[in-house]
């Protein structure tokens, strides 16, 4: 059973636009979710975690158990923001499940 | 080390070749994942170790893949008889995989190139 579901692949948007990269998730138990982000070139590296309830490079994620979602969100999208986005879930405290991933492209 | 380490960086390699690549993981770290990241596309689960249970190897795609992983230290994933469609970046992540709060580390990922 896909436990992380990103339902768009590319998400393009105009600088200074809101972004909203969508993620939802299936488990039963008390999530720990989590974003990764990959800018061209780098490797994969955390963005943010829920329980940290943290904003990163204006980035804020809210964790919504009545819809099993963990949306993505900024207010005003930078060029530099492009890069693929990475929703991903920690099951039982142990197992990281990803979802397919998101590419934001941000254009000027 | 400091962090997840692969080698090598970029391999390429002949169709029909045998292919071997290699992840340390972070030391302490006892869940290890491997994953396929083909040009532009997202990721795809290959293979998780997690201590000395039996690995989940949902994820991989054909008996041409097989990986191992030596207790808790260096895994190797393998590919027998590569083929153009085996092209792609292989990444390799450790998390502590137990209790509490933690996150998933990765490497920067061998590109393979079969030609």
């Known amino acids: 059973a896909q436990r992380v579901t990103q339902p768009e692949k590319l998400l393009s948007v105009f600088k200074g636009a809101p972004v909203e990269l969508k993620c939802n998730y299936s488990?039963?138990?008390?999530?720990?979710l989590f974003w990764y982000v990959q800018y061209s070139r780098q490797r994969l590296q955390l963005l943010l975690r829920h329980i940290s309830r943290e904003s990163i490079k204006g980035f804020t994620a809210d964790l919504n158990k009545g819809e099993t979602s963990f949306h993505l969100k900024k207010p005003f999208a930078q060029e530099e923001d492009s890069a693929m986005y990475y929703c991903?879930?920690?099951?039982?405290?142990?197992?990281?499940?990803f979802g397919s991933g998101t590419k934001l492209n941000v254009k000027p | 080390g400091a962090g997840v380490s692969q080698s090598p960086s970029n391999k390429v390699t002949e169709k029909g070749k045998d292919v071997e690549l290699r992840c340390d993981p972070i030391s302490g770290h006892t869940a290890l994942y491997w994953y396929r990241q083909r040009l532009g596309q997202g990721l795809e689960f290959l293979i998780y170790f997690q201590g000395n249970s039996a690995p989940d190897k949902s994820g991989l795609p054909s008996d041409r893949f097989s990986a191992e992983r030596t207790g808790e230290s260096v895994s190797t994933l393998t590919i027998q008889r590569t083929q153009q469609e085996d092209s792609a970046v292989y990444l390799c992540?450790?998390?502590?995989?137990?209790?509490?709060?933690?996150?998933?580390?990765f490497g920067q990922g061998t590109r393979l190139t079969v030609v």
């Open positions: 991903a879930l920690l099951y039982n405290f142990n197992k990281f499940y």
């Open positions: 488990y039963s138990g008390s999530p720990e």
């Open positions: 992540a450790s998390s502590l995989g137990t209790g509490g709060s933690t996150e998933a580390f």
